[in-house]
């Protein structure tokens, strides 16, 4: 494993291969939480693989040096490896879920936005619309700002997921 | 079960095959307490060779399993019953954890289907213990139990070594359950992907070690339980001749190094002695050696050997730039790396490549002669001196003899005032400083050295926290000694309230003579004395070195006011040490 040099970014993507067994996502956030380290953000799931799953997360290293961060995570006796990517080597994606006010008054302005965006209406009500967007995080970003003055009564997006580029 | 190994395939129960498996990592000794989960792995137990140990608590369990380990390098295993047991023996799991000692912990739980369900004596123990174990288990599969058992000892013994714990849910173990049916096996490998822990070291850097190493004019080697871990001391002792370089013992290291060895500075840090901490703090080369640059030894990191550039040696690479950035990292088995760097050391020209380092070391017998250890001897009719109880017994026991103490001030003097001469002669809680340690870690390590004479030094606090141990060491008869040095307070937090407190002692002050520690000791099977003036310290250890047969326990009545010097205040730059010197004038 290479060693990570803190780049003075604030935010890192961390892909970590784990073997899937009971109790591992307890280790690595209980790691975390006992070495005042922090996440942004997490997503877990089976790799190709079913022996093992893989973690991508999001981690803030003003709390700590990366460094120390991965070398701790790699202590940990069911994590087989961690790499770094950079933003530029990697694919990132995330999805978002919003419930956004929608009169009739403003119902074709969030419509638009929407389509814009290559979100998909999920759900419609009297007042409101529920949209569902995947896209790389900046995008939905961008989307969340944009729908906040219409009133967003609530937003769920899930941790960031990332696969490193292909070269060619 | 105990007639030889049993043939693969052959039907067996959880329970059955759990001792088996201990049988079969070598463990002859296991320490313990049974309750209603773990009752089936008891069962077995009465037809294994292994030798159990009933304890009174279950800490005293874990206690004696560390000292175990200290005093022989083997893991020390523990068993003991689900919940308020397992909670119990969580405090010697973080003990293990912060000295890197060697362990396995097996504890009971409620049957696999009963998890979850608040069951009688349901305790999430795998929950609690895993930021206090290297790695731990809790085992579904009747099946798996060879495996876990190879798994958690190769674990604990490899590598950075610590506490492995195994959650055993009663079912599994449980013969008359359908479940702990299991065809025997024996795995010839462990199988862990995700650990690789580092051997050697890479030639690059340890060439460059060697070359800073030839080119310092002011080195010292900052030697950590690492040393002992690795079983390095004898190589310790080679380089460090090899260099002429003069050699630190931390807390943890003590004994790694003779004390009696010209090139010896002793122990650094909070409590150090002056040359020790005065000669890292002006060192131009630091060569850390398995230690980890803990609070306590350098004092504020920022003023921490400002001109010094490091090596840092340890097996654990999450150690290297954790607290301070090395000029050469190093993860690696401290034996190999030191093996590795004497050997690069002799290929750049050795000793006579090295600058003249005569200055250096007139420097540091000067520190030596100026500030020596010392402190004031009683005037007639005084209390004792604890120092002076300590000089005495150091002076009245083999070279040998394994040294165990609480934590306080006793400890303290303990490490300043002994002399070690061998390795794994002192057993110790640094890291996380456990009050009640030293009479269950002697018994452990009498039980694992049984041809050693074991003796605890114990404060009058401590001793209250786990002394019902020496009930056990007096069934099992386990001849430890005890001394207790009763200054009738938590002492060390005393100095504290004294020095930085303005002396406003809050909730500090125990009674010299409550409980009475001589009945006490006699209530418990020992022989039990009391020393309140010199005279009688000498005959009294004499005494106690000629009784083989029970644990005895010696109360020496000492002077509450005494303090440890040196020290540096907590936060304090290692700069500004405060001596016995500075503090009392140089005419005592
Ligand atoms: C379990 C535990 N509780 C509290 C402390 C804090 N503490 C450190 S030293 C000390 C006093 C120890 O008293 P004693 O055993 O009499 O030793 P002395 O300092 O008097 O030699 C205390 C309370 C501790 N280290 N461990
Ligand atoms: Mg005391």
């Excluded at chain 1, 803030?60 to 040096?65: G, H, I, L, Q, W």
């Excluded at chain 2, 173990?173 to 462990?190: I, M, Q």
């Excluded at chain 2, 009719?381 to 306080?408: A, H, M, W, Y």
């Amino acid at each position: 494993m290479a060693a990570f040099e803190t780049s003075g970014e604030k935010l890192h993507l961390l892909s970590v291969l784990v073997e899937n067994k009971a109790g591992v996502l307890a280790r690595v956030a209980g790691l975390f939480s006992r070495r005042a380290f922090n996440i942004h953000s997490l997503a877990v799931a089976p790799t190709e693989d079913a022996k093992f799953s893989r973690i991508t997360m999001v981690v803030d290293v003003e709390s700590a040096p990366l460094e120390q961060m991965v070398k701790q995570l790699d202590k940990l006796i069911n994590v087989l490896s961690i790499t770094e990517l950079s933003p530029e080597q990697a694919i990132q994606r995330e999805l978002l879920l919003v419930t956004v006010d929608a009169e009739a008054a403003v119902r074709g302005q969030v419509i638009e936005l929407v389509q814009v965006f290559e979100g998909r209406i999920v759900n419609v009500g009297h007042e409101q619309i529920m949209v569902s967007l995947e896209g790389a995080p900046d995008k939905l970003d961008d989307f969340e700002n944009l729908l906040r003055p219409y009133g967003i009564s609530a937003i769920q997006r899930t941790g960031r997921i990332a696969l490193p580029r292909l070269h060619n | 079960m105990s007639s030889g190994p049993p043939t693969h395939g052959q039907p067996m129960n959880g329970g059955e095959a759990l001792i088996k498996s201990l049988e079969l990592e070598g463990v002859d000794v296991m320490f313990g307490l049974p309750g209603g989960a773990i009752l089936p792995v008891y069962d077995p137990i009465i037809d294994s060779p292994i030798r159990h140990i009933l304890v009174r608590h279950e800490q005293g369990a874990g206690h004696m399993a560390e000292g175990y380990a200290h005093a022989t390098g083997r893991p020390g295993v523990a068993m003991v019953t689900s919940g308020p047991a397992a909670t119990n023996i969580v405090t010697p799991l973080c003990d293990a954890f912060m000295d890197s000692v060697p362990m396995v912990v097996i504890t009971g739980q409620v049957p696999y289907a009963a998890i979850g369900t608040d069951a009688f004596q349901e305790c999430d123990t795998t929950g609690i213990t895993m930021p206090v174990t290297k790695h731990n288990y809790l085992i579904s599969d009747a099946r798996d139990i060879p495996r876990i058992v190879r798994e958690a000892f190769h674990l604990a013994t490899t590598g950075r070594p610590g506490p492995v714990l195994i959650d055993v849910p009663k079912d599994i173990v449980d013969p008359k359950n359908p479940r702990s049916a299991l065809d025997w096996y024996w795995p010839d490998e462990v199988d862990l992907p995700g650990y690789h822990p580092p051997s050697k070291g890479e030639p690059e850097a340890i060439r460059k070690a060697a070359e800073l190493i030839l080119a310092s004019e002011r080195p010292v080697i900052y030697a950590g339980g690492g040393i002992l871990k690795a079983r390095a001391a004898e190589a310790l002792r080679e380089l460090a001749e090899l260099c002429d370089i003069h050699v630190v013992t931390t807390l943890m290291a003590r004994s790694a190094f003779p004390d009696t060895h010209p090139l010896a500075l002793g122990m650094p840090g909070m409590h150090g002695n002056y040359t020790a901490i005065t000669a890292m703090q002006q060192a131009d080369l630091l060569i850390a050696l398995g230690s980890r640059f803990d609070d306590r030894v350098t004092g504020r990191v920022g003023a921490f050997a400002p001109e010094a550039k490091i090596i840092h040696v340890d097996i654990d690479p999450a150690e290297l730039g954790k607290v301070r950035r090395p000029d050469v990292g190093i993860a690696g088995d401290c034996r190999l790396v030191i093996e590795e760097l004497i050997e690069a050391l002799r290929e750049l020209g050795g000793t006579p490549a090295q600058p003249d380092r005569s200055l250096w070391k007139s420097t540091i017998s000067g520190w030596q002669e100026t500030y020596p250890l010392t402190y004031e001897q009683s005037a007639p009719g005084e209390l004792l001196k604890p120092q002076f109880v300590l000089e005495t017994l150091r002076d009245n026991t083999p070279d040998d003899t394994i040294l165990c103490s609480g934590v306080g001030q006793h400890q303290m003097w303990a490490s300043q005032y002994w002399r070690f001469q061998h390795p794994y002669t002192w057993v110790n809680s640094g890291g996380l400083g456990t009050m009640g340690f030293s009479v269950p870690a002697a018994i452990g390590a009498k039980v694992g050295r049984p041809d050693r004479m074991v003796w605890a030094v114990d404060g009058d606090g401590c001793f209250q926290m786990t002394a019902q141990e020496l009930v056990t060491a007096s069934a099992e008869r386990i001849p430890v000694k005890v001394a207790i040095l009763n200054n009738a307070y938590l002492g060390m937090v005393r100095q504290w309230q004294e020095m930085f407190y303005e002396e406003r002692y809050s909730e500090v002050y125990l009674s010299p003579d409550l409980p009475d520690y001589k009945m006490w000791a006699e209530a418990m099977g020992c022989v039990g004395m009391r020393v309140e003036s010199p005279e009688e310290v000498l005959p009294a250890i004499e005494k106690a070195n000629s009784i083989n047969d029970r644990p005895v326990v010696i109360e020496f009545r000492t002077d509450a006011s005494e303090k440890v010097f040196p020290m540096v205040p907590a936060g304090a730059s290692n700069d500004d040490v405060l001596t016995f010197q500075s503090q009392f004038g140089e005419n005592h």
